[in-house]
């Protein structure tokens, strides 16, 4: 509590108000989500067999968690053989390839077997288009609808830090009170910290905004929506439920951050109901929309940010 009041006191006029618009947004986001599940869901068609579902499930595993890291691995231990000490732009830039690297072995299992990857929507919005097609999904791709998601993902956001703040809270005020197990560090994400510390405009911080805002949702997106979740729809029946909670987890646990960890969560599960009403680019979209505003909200109110 002493912390949050220290970082009051260096508020600006400017963070008060960055943190009363965020509220605001976040509030009509958690209204919005109660209009979201009053309307008709439909659950979408998943892979037509189980060996297709398994096939998607683990590339998009293998190629999120191995591909992608070693991919960026590779390229940086390549520049130290050149004697080139790697910069964090460089970092970056080759994060950016093994994103994109391990994106492009999911499309290419898709190729080879379609069912392995879902792009459609639950109920196609337009069934004169091929199904599980990416140009079945482009419907999807529409401003209103990511404007729509994002503000509820922005709700589901604010009620997730709030929860974590005050589960943290009292799980430092019991530590002090003889409960045997210490609250874990409330620090932000490795991510937000660089953020923070790279200057605005600088090479690094494009790079950063293009690792950030695109590789990441592509990569990610693909990886959980279109191969993990429907693969799990079909080895979970008959309710997507389980599917869609596990996913989340999934997604939460590898960003690695107890501070984030519900906010991911919610996060991650919300996309799965996304994917299924509007299809996996919506998801593209809506991921990089929320990546990009969260990264300006960072550079336009750092003070803010560290509540």
Known sequence: MEKLREIAQTFTDWDWACVAYSVGLGVLGLVWLRRWFREEQVDEPSPSTTIEALIGLGCGLFA?????????????????????????????????????????????????????????????????????????????????????????????????????????????????????????????????????????????????????????????????????????????????WPAVVITGLLFSTVHLSWSAALPLLGFGCFLCLVRDRYGLLTCIGVHAAFNFTSLLWLKLAPNASSL
């Open 64 to 240: 999120f968690s191995y591909v992608f890291p070693e991919v960026q691995k590779l390229l940086v231990a390549q520049l130290m053989t050149e004697q080139i000490l790697p910069s964090v732009s460089s970092h970056l830039q080759m994060g950016l390839i093994g994103q994109l690297v391990a994106a492009g072995l999911m499309v290419g299992v898709w190729i080879t077997l379609r069912p392995t990857l879902a792009w459609t929507a639950s109920a196609p919005m337009d069934p004169l288009r091929p199904h599980n097609h990416p140009g079945s999904a482009l419907p999807g791709l529409n401003p209103r609808l990511i404007g729509y998601a994002l503000v509820c993902v922005i709700g589901l956001g604010l009620a997730g830090a709030v929860i974590w703040k005050l589960v943290h809270l009292t799980w430092a005020f019991a530590a002090t009170h003889g409960f045997p197990f210490a609250a874990p560090a409330d620090e932000p994400q490795d991510v937000v910290q660089l953020v923070l510390d790279v200057p605005f405009g600088s090479r690094t911080f494009d790079m950063l905004l293009l690792t950030v805002s695109l590789g990441a949702p592509i990569m990610e997106e693909i990886a959980f929506r279109g191969m993990i979740y429907p693969g799990l729809k079909r080895l979970l029946p008959p309710s997507r």
